[in-house]
């Protein structure tokens, strides 16, 4: 793809991110689900897919995408930022539009690469913690009913 085109950049960006986001979604509420599990003193589950199996069986196959209305934003905005901004940044960096990939020096590349991806991190983050929230909800709880975090 050409990098001089910022809304291509933003807009595969976000849309490739979020495919990728919705396909792994049931792996990572079973892996966050794996994580918490202990934390109220008592294991719920012997592996990941007893894990999966219990989800589904308690809360239905819906289950294993709670979360993904925030995931989804991060990732639109977390993947539109990262890829659409790194060819502006490295072309600020003196390379002019056009310039074979093979004549950008590597550093001018990690640079412009670590700046939009901090950039990017730093805006989508917060999504990231409603998103965890939204997987472990009722997970969480003592024996009296509240939770523990």
Do not use: H
Request: glycine share 14%; charged share 20%.
């Amino acid at each position: 793809m050409d990098n001089s085109n910022v809304l291509k950049g933003l807009l595969y960006g976000g849309i490739a991110s979020c495919v990728a986001e919705t396909c792994t979604m049931p792996v990572d509420v079973v892996k966050t689900r794996l994580q918490m599990d202990g934390a109220g003193g008592q294991r719920l589950y012997k592996g990941p897919l007893d894990c999966a199996g219990a989800l589904v069986r308690a809360e239905g196959p819906s289950a294993l995408f709670k979360g993904l209305p925030p995931a989804l934003l991060r990732q639109s905005t977390y993947g539109s930022l990262r890829y659409g901004l790194y060819g502006p940044i490295r072309n600020s960096l003196g390379v002019e539009p056009g310039t074979p990939k093979t004549e950008i020096p590597m550093w001018k590349k990690v640079f412009a690469g670590g700046v939009a991806g901090a950039l990017a991190s730093a805006v989508a983050n917060p999504t990231d913690l409603v998103k965890v929230r939204l997987q472990t909800d009722g997970q969480l709880k003592g024996k009296d009913g509240k939770f523990l975090i």
